[in-house]
């Protein structure tokens, strides 16, 4: 627990949206259904603690106890993740196996058409595809890094390693 | 297709001893060792995740070159030149798989956090037996590709050195070896973001040279080439001359899902500071990737057409060699005119790029077998040392049995290459998929789809490739099916039915192995040497009775 202590304190920036997002994630761990049971003293536990300490507002979703199901997403933060991740799914898909989809439907007018001397076909799949992955890495990657803004999520504090010790030493006692 | 023969001599390619180019080539390869020794490790974490301490473009670098083999370098274009559109089917899915490798299990295989992939299969589905199977995958992995690596070195060492295949493919696999020994993951990550930037600018260059001094181009080769598709051959873009539809579309899928399981990739997040980190050397690493993606199809075009207009006919019987097609890049260069020196800095970057990622997948291999099998199946009290002297003991005996079966591979370095991903698609992702996207995915889903990727892809190659006659493959409706490059376009989804069927007739998994899941998918950071299992074990609440 001490763990949980230390490194919510390190990121006071959380403290801001705590209250807006309340509700939503309290309701999301509701409907993590199931087997709530086992987590429920010990959420009840990190609220208090939370409200005491600092506020953080990871201390509102438990992410140990939402279910993962890549088509039921059970936390607001997974719904919105999911939400990114098929909308851009769809349109690799598109960049990736529509070119030589439609070059297998409509051969004569893929092959016969030129744009700056390749055939349409050559044209998309050989630069369309590649770069279509490139750029929709990179508006994820983006996207990503709004929504972790969003949720207050800061990977900077994640990344020291002086956060690693106490990890350590806390799990070593309660064993 | 891969049925012929193959020459082991590419003719029209000059084979001589030629000094400087010898000079770059052994000056290069002493820098690859003194880097691989000032970066020598003595402990584990440090030689199979460097200490989980590197950063976004040097990642995105490594993850280039550790990406950018042999089959990228020199097979991507062979395999254009030689089977035209149908070639274009490599280009896209060696490039894109990485798009799902960043949404779907980048961030998150990093916030498992352990050390290699065997780990990941092993630990999430707690099983020894799931472990041993996935660590065998890897070590069969890791040979099906580095043979493509060692088929190249051995092709583009003959320009450099001249003699003979069998020497050359002995002497870098040799240099190979011993390198890895002595520096391990930290070594090769620092000597992977050079090996990046030695064969992306000599690739780059000699595109450049051929393009201007030909004619073809000027500035953007890459976008210039298109004027001298109609001139070349019909052969060159026509689609589906060299295998349809179904055929192309199986590469590709094969590819992106083979890109997703290839564990010495995915080992690349593990050595990474945090997610964030992950993400973006994604983002960076498919940058590095394209840029030679981009430029591969325009050098196979450049290198095409020069040899129908100073060699010969290129497709028929008498055509380009598959030998001269692997080297083609080579070959393009030094049909071009280019003084000596500077055909020998191309060959010089061939061999880099080959060097990097055998590196790569050793140290991938020598993980599984010391780490996987040794230390966390056969003895449990290993020291760091006895984990090292196995996982060395590892990367000599495969560079040994890789050596020998390159002396004569059975087809052309870009397909030897797929196959490999064809195997890694069909075992290992729908592992890495399902256990992190869903929860309830468990043991006996795990081993039963496993082993129904194994099977099939064992079959394929047996059918297509080791039994298979003059005639054709032993079973032609099966090798439709299942080709032996393309298999998993057909079987990953029966092994995704498999795993889920047998999962749902089963036992859940503890409840200890879904709040691991469920550690890898929350947004929380986690501290650098933080794996999932460690927060969750911290955590208190129920876990420990539930095991």
Redesign the interface.
């Known amino acids: 627990m001490s763990d949980n202590n230390s490194r919510k304190s390190e990121n006071p920036s959380r403290e801001s949206d705590d209250a807006s997002r309340g509700d939503e994630s309290n309701t999301a761990v509701e409907t993590g259904g199931g087997e709530s049971e086992p987590g429920e003293p010990r959420r009840g536990a990190k609220r208090t603690d939370g409200g005491v300490a600092t506020g953080g507002r990871t201390a509102d979703t438990d992410y140990l106890d939402a279910r993962v199901n890549i088509f039921k997403p059970s936390t607001p933060f997974m719904r919105d993740h999911l939400r990114i991740v098929w909308t851009m799914f769809a349109a690799w898909a598109v960049f990736v196996f529509g070119p030589v989809t439609a070059t297998y439907l409509a051969t004569d007018f893929m092959t016969s058409t030129t744009v700056g001397g390749f055939p349409l076909h050559y044209l998309l799949t050989s630069m369309g595809a590649p770069l279509g992955a490139l750029v929709l890495s990179f508006v994820y990657a983006r996207k990503r890094d709004a929504l972790d803004e969003k949720y207050g999520i800061d990977h900077s504090s994640g990344a020291t390693s002086a956060d690693a010790e106490p990890a350590a030493a806390d799990g070593g006692t309660e064993r | 297709m891969m049925l012929t023969p193959l020459d082991l001599l590419p003719d029209a390619l000059n084979a001589s001893f030629k000094l400087i180019p010898a000079i770059m080539v052994s000056a290069m390869l002493l820098l690859f060792l003194g880097i691989g020794y000032a970066f020598r490790v003595a402990d584990t974490e440090d030689l199979w995740v460097a200490g989980r301490s590197i950063g976004n473009v040097e990642n995105g670098m490594a993850i280039g070159a550790n990406w950018m083999s042999a089959a990228s370098y020199l097979g991507m274009a062979a395999l254009i030149a030689l089977s035209g ?1 149908y070639g ?2 490599f ?2 899915g060696w ?2 798989g ?3 490798l ?3 299990l980048a ?1 998150q295989m990093r916030r498992f956090g352990k050390y290699t992939a065997p780990d990941f299969v092993g630990d999430r589905f707690d099983s020894d037996t799931a472990r041993a199977i996935a660590a065998l995958t890897t070590i069969l992995i890791g040979f099906v590709y580095s043979v493509g690596q060692a088929r190249g070195m051995g092709l583009v060492g003959i320009y450099v050195f001249g003699g003979d295949y069998t020497t050359m493919v002995v002497l870098m696999m040799g240099i190979t070896v011993g390198y890895l020994a002595l520096s391990g993951m930290l070594g090769a990550t620092k000597n992977m973001a050079v090996q990046y930037v030695i064969l992306i600018v000599a690739f780059l260059a000699g595109l450049y040279a051929v393009g201007w001094t030909q004619g073809y181009s000027t500035f953007l080769p ?2 210039e080439y ?5 001139q070349l051959n019909t052969e060159f ?4 001359t060299n295998g349809g ?1 179904y055929l ?2 199986a590469t ?1 899928f094969s590819l ?1 899902v083979g890109t997703c399981g290839l564990p010495h990739v995915l080992v690349r997040f593990y050595t990474v ?5 992950a ?2 050397s ?2 960076w690493g ?2 590095f990737i ?1 840029l030679l ?2 430029s591969a ?1 325009a050098f196979a075009a450049f290198g095409t057409d020069l040899y129908a207009k100073k060699v010969g006919d290129v497709y028929g019987a008498s055509g380009m060699s598959g030998a001269e097609g692997d080297v083609i890049v080579v070959l393009a260069s030094q049909l071009a005119n280019l003084p000596t020196w500077f055909v020998g800095l191309v060959a010089a970057g061939g061999i880099a790029a080959a060097i990097a990622t055998t590196a790569g997948l050793f140290i991938a291999a020598s993980s599984a077998a010391a780490h996987d099998i040794y230390t966390n199946i056969i003895n449990s009290d290993a020291t760091q040392r006895q984990q090292l002297l196995i996982g060395r003991a590892t990367i000599v005996v495969l560079g040994a049995i890789v050596t020998l079966t390159a002396l004569n591979p059975p087809a052309l370095v870009g397909e030897l290459v797929a196959l490999a991903f064809s195997l890694a698609g069909l075992v290992l992702f729908p592992m890495f998929f399902l256990g ?5 995915a468990n043991r006996p889903g795990a081993l039963a789809g496993m082993t129904t990727g194994l099977l099939i892809w064992t079959a394929a190659v047996f059918n297509e490739l080791i039994l298979a006659t003059d005639a054709g493959p032993v079973v032609p409706i099966y090798a439709d099916i299942f080709p032996a490059v393309g298999a998993a376009l057909a079987g990953t989804p029966i092994v995704f039915a498999v795993t889920i069927g047998v999962s749902l007739a089963t036992d859940e998994p503890p ?1 200890r192995i ?2 691991i ?14 794996s999932a299992e ?9 876990v420990s009775g539930d095991d």
């Not at chain 2, 298109?226 to 109609?230: E, I, N």
């Open positions: 559109y274009l089917a280009v896209v490039s894109t990485y798009f799902i960043l949404i779907f961030a890459q976008v298109g004027a001298l598709l109609s873009t026509q689609p589906f539809f192309w579309v590709a992106i500071e945090s997610e964030r980190t993400r973006w994604t983002v498919l940058f394209c993606y981009l199809p992190l996207w869903w929860e309830n409840e879904k709040r899941v469920r550690q890898c998918h929350s947004p929380e950071p986690m501290g650098q040497q933080q460690d927060v969750v074990s911290n955590d208190g609440g129920p």
